[in-house]
């Protein structure tokens, strides 16, 4: 009996203690329910704000387009605004007929899905009252903290050298290339304007820009590999300033570029810019960080965020970063402080973690990308694609394949000398490879960062393509002429674009 009454004690005495945890465990959900309710109604002035953001990103479009704030509202309402080749309220039906793989501009979309899943941790919520000033507390235009997590995001890419380094913003990389055009041909000018050159394929943006900012202190002298070997023999070069890009990874094939003129001597004189917008892990091994005089980055193919229009350049000469300030300030006063803004939250979710998840995502994407293109290619005779060689990457500390931005893609045969042309015919929007400087008319360049569903479009046409390859003919257009001619003026008007 005594053995039973003690067991039937011990058995209250646990119905009391789970009673007493079942009844702590009510009051503290209670209690952080009535914290988090709290916190809710005490956002204030930012409630709505969020509300409307966290309204618009729920709007469903199936994957195949997104919804936006400052999009044109339907019935008050935003809606989607659908990727290439789908239509509807939602983006759900696909049409490929008459719509054509577009590969032609460099807008970095393949980053999106890593953004939409840290969602929380980049967003950036602006106050109507926002730094109103054109300047910063220290009469600068330029963020500290974001100047701060510029080096320090540099740090753990491990791509470039920032002791000792001037930090100058610019909209885009594209207005600090020619501010540092301009800086180098003002402190540099000799006799006559400087001679800026690039080496074929190049960047379009280094002639359009020099050209159209015509100027009595520079001007453009085309390929690099003219005045190689002329540079010391002719009387006119050796009394000339050269100025030259050296664009590394390059654009359009995606090689590692040094400068090929290089140097100074008694009577003239060679000052490089280094545009290193996809020296970055998801697009190159990173042998060693860039340690240039003159080196220039953009936020749109670093994050991906192209419309923001960020972009900074890291200047060893205290005179020639005064002299690109100077050119920046009087062409628009200034960055937007917005755009500071949001770069500064971007940066600090990639360097959340030292950048691993971040760069990991991007680099297995693009790589993933050019395997499943090089593969579709690979028993071809009619086209080709560049090769790069696998190297060390000190980010990932292992040797490590390639995983360009572009595909530089030819068309082998001699009778194909409009490339462009040939793959228009197949519905592959491309960029003609006589923009990039060349001549050869069998060179076109591929994006591959584009959205997913760009990118699996554009790979089902070149397997298409490669279908006919042994066809006498040529493959069947597939595009109406004038979505064929609305292509072809699309890629005309955006040859800005990296």
Known sequence: MAMMREKTGSKNNMREILGLCLVLSIFLNVQLIGVNR????????????AEEAEAVASISCS??????LDGLPVEGKPVCECFACYTGPTCSVLSLDGCPADADSGNPIFLEPFWRKHASSSAVLVAGWHRMGYAF?????????????IRKVHAIAGNAVTDGKYILFGAGSTQLLNAAVHALSYHFNTSGPARVVASIPFYPVYQKQTDYFSSE?????????????????????RSSTFIEFVTSPNNPDGQL??????????????????????????????????????MIFTLSKLTGHAGSRFGWALVKDEELYNRMVEYVTLNVLGISHDSQLRALQLLKAITDGRGNEFFEFGYTTMRDRWEKLSR????????????????????????????????????NREEDNDCYGVLRAAGIISRNGSMFGNPDGRYVRLSLIKSQDDFDLLLQRIQTLLSHEDDDNHPKTICSRELIASSANRSLRSTNIH
Do not use: M
């Open 257 to 294: 570029k040094q400068s090929v003129l290089g140097g100074t001597a008694e009577k003239w004189t060679v000052k490089t810019i280094h545009d290193h917008a996809y020296y970055w892990p998801h697009f190159t091994a990173i042998p060693a960080p860039a340690d240039e005089d003159h």
């Open 38 to 49: 709290k916190l809710f109604y005490e956002l204030g002035w930012s409630r709505r704000a």
């Open 376 to 411: 579709a290619l690979s028993s071809s005779r009619r086209f080709s694609i560049q090769e790069i060689p696998p190297l060390f990457c000190t980010f990932f500390q292992q040797v490590r394949g390639p995983s360009p931005a572009y595909a530089w893609f030819k068309c």
């Open 63 to 68: 994957g195949h387009g997104r919804a936006f």
């Open 137 to 149: 507390e220290d009469q600068t235009s330029i963020s500290k903290e974001l100047e701060k997590y």
């Open 217 to 237: 202190n520079f001007k453009f002298a085309g390929d690099t590999s003219l005045w190689k070997d002329n540079i010391s023999n002719s009387e006119d070069s």
